[in-house]
């Protein structure tokens, strides 16, 4: 990336003409089109900025989407280009079976094609939803089109009877009060009114505003653009700015692998530990950095996590929200406090350093929600990867939300083998289960028709709950929400469904889990292993449709769950 570097003449509406033998006609044909649309022949010679319109009546998350996109818009004109919107398919959490992330790489496949297809010089992705933000730049990297992102941008909470809510965690919270009887079943459907009270994405450190942080850290979008709330008139003016970054980009052109590097993708890990962020923000990064052949060793995510402190106090770990973190200094401060953590000679969509991006650090800092390095939430990163013979390619655990006094445990397990299964026994009141067990959903991974869904926080079971249980120690191959939290060992790969060791386990085998050691070990003799191999069967294939093609090509947790042929040629 060089600061020299001019890029080639825009094309504008003639980029990818269709050719069918006379490509003057075909030229000529989509010009006639598009002044059906109204736009003059001086608009229609401007260099084009496609704009991706993820706003959908399913997605609450996404609401904003008209009034951002006429902002880019503005900021795309006033720069000299022409602003053109189209839709893609948009993903938000609750609405879609069998979970969104079974779509996640289908968003960035259609993302991808429609980047690729359509006539447009750069695109400002409009994104935020959880799966939304790694599937526009899954897409972005292997289009290769030069792309600037912009999130919603986080809810504001309610405020509500002198407590703050804002989505998920205090969702999962007033929950399980519910299924322990400590909330009426009246009470529960007033406050489900007032969770969630705003536009934007989840206003804690969930997966989506832990995406956003790592989206500006990589570079594609300006540092403070992640943590604006979406309500706020700052969101609008850095809409704005992204119509007018995707308009210098045509001119002076950087590629989105040109960003995604070793050392930026190694940065965003140091701050997603740095977050105490969301787990699944590995899966998302992974699949992105994978998209440039680039891949993340989970031994070497535990060197950074050693090495790096936690320094972001927000739910669902902390107190905070992220319009908090936002007026505390948002991730200026944050960076600041890393500096020496931090490749700082990594670049963004300007060419502008890391180093000179932070600059001094913002003029205020709130340390009620962004500690001091001489004063961190947690010395050591949120997340650890653990390895042993229940995950021969690794597993991770979220620290940072998890009980300290259950780090070291060896006991029995009580296995669920499936989504169906663990909901029709959790709650029964003859299930045998004590709190010094450890609960296991097998059968949740990528391959399986679950789809690899949020199901690892499995719920404390009804009559422990009752009796007071608040956490257990937790195992699947599946991912948790990142507003959740306990002591929840997460993405065993291989699943039990690619025929990983997990598909052998049994209630009452004995598993270890050691945080120390970084290990987990199911302490089952080879030879009993051995027997129920022979006797193991994957669960049926998918015939048809989407389905078929995931179970066929789909990739396990460490690379990020994409699918195989999506990856650069020859990885
Ligand atoms: Fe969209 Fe939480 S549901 S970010
Ligand atoms: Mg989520």
């Known amino acids: 990336m060089s600061d020299e570097k001019k890029g080639p003449e825009p094309k504008g509406l003639a980029r990818n003409a269709a050719n069918y033998g006379d490509k003057e006609f075909a030229l000529y044909l989509r010009r006639s089109f598009a002044k059906s649309m109204g736009y003059s022949a001086e608009a229609l010679k401007r260099p084009v900025v496609g704009i991706v319109d993820t706003g959908s009546d399913l997605n609450n998350c996404h609401r904003t989407a008209p009034e951002l996109i006429e902002a880019v818009k503005r900021g795309v004109l006033m720069a000299g280009g022409l602003p053109l919107a189209f839709p893609t398919i948009s993903l938000c959490e609750p609405y879609l079976t069998p979970c969104s992330m079974h779509y996640r790489n289908l968003m960035a496949l259609d993302t991808e094609a429609m980047i690729a297809a359509q006539p447009m010089d750069s695109v400002v992705l409009i994104g935020g939803c959880d799966k939304t933000v790694p599937a526009q730049l899954m897409a972005a990297a292997s289009a290769g089109t030069p792309a600037v992102q912009l999130v919603v941008g986080p809810m504001s909470a309610n405020r509500y009877q002198g407590?703050?809510?804002?989505?998920?965690?205090?969702?999962?919270?007033?929950?399980?009060?519910?299924?322990?009887?400590?909330?009426?079943?009246?009470?529960?459907?007033?406050?489900?009114?007032?969770?969630?009270?705003t536009a934007g994405t989840c206003g804690v450190m969930g997966t989506a505003s832990t995406m956003a942080c790592l989206t500006s850290t990589l570079g594609f979008m300006p540092l403070d653009a992640a943590s604006i709330p979406a309500v706020h008139s700052d969101r609008l003016r850095a809409a704005e700015e992204a119509g007018a970054q995707a308009v210098r980009l045509i001119h002076k052109p950087v590629r989105p692998d040109e960003i995604i590097t070793e050392k930026s993708v190694e940065n965003a890990l140091r701050v997603l530990l740095a977050l105490g962020g969301s787990t699944n923000a590995l899966v998302h990064l992974a699949a992105i950095a994978g998209r440039v052949g680039i891949k993340i060793d989970y031994h070497r995510l535990n060197e950074l996590s050693d090495t790096t402190p936690v320094l972001v106090d927000l739910k669902p770990t902390g107190e905070g929200y992220m319009e908090d973190f936002h007026t505390a200094g948002g991730m200026v401060a944050l960076l600041h406090e890393l500096r020496d953590l931090l490749h700082l000679d990594t670049k963004d969509l300007d060419g502008v350093t890391l180093a000179d991006r932070i600059g001094a650090g913002p003029a205020f800092v709130d340390r009620t929600y962004i500690k001091a390095r001489n004063e961190p939430v947690s010395p050591v990163g949120g997340i650890v990867s653990l390895f042993g013979s229940l995950a021969p390619d690794g597993a991770i655990l979220k620290r940072s939300a998890a009980t300290p006094s259950l780090f070291e445990k060896e006991a029995r397990c009580l296995v669920f083998d499936g989504v169906e299964d663990l909901a029709a026994r959790i709650d029964s009141d003859d299930l045998d289960v004590t709190a010094d067990d450890i609960t296991i959903l097998k059968g949740a991974g990528p391959l399986s028709t679950a789809g690899f869904p949020e199901a690892g926080y499995l719920p404390i079971p009804r009559k422990l709950a009752r009796q007071g249980v608040k956490d257990m120690v937790r195992m699947s191959d599946c991912r948790m929400s990142g507003t959740a939290f306990g002591t929840v060992v997460l993405h065993i790969s291989p699943e039990a469904e690619a025929g990983g060791p997990l598909g052998l386990v049994k209630t009452g085998d004995r598993i270890r889990l050691s945080v120390e050691n970084r290990s987990l070990d199911l302490l089952v003799d080879e030879a009993e292993l051995?027997?129920?191999?022979?006797?193991?069967?994957?669960?049926?294939?998918?015939k048809r449709g989407w389905d078929a093609l995931v179970h066929r090509e789909v990739l396990q947790a460490p690379q990020g769950a994409d699918l195989r042929f999506l990856l650069p040629e020859g990885r």
Request: net charge positive; proline share 2%; with cysteine.
């Open 163 to 197: 407590e703050r809510l804002a989505a998920c965690t205090d969702c999962r919270r007033y929950w399980a009060r519910y299924r322990a009887g400590e909330v009426s079943g009246e009470r529960i459907q007033e406050i489900e009114g007032s969770l969630a009270v």
């Open 530 to 542: 051995a027997k129920r191999r022979a006797e193991w069967k994957a669960k049926s294939e998918p």
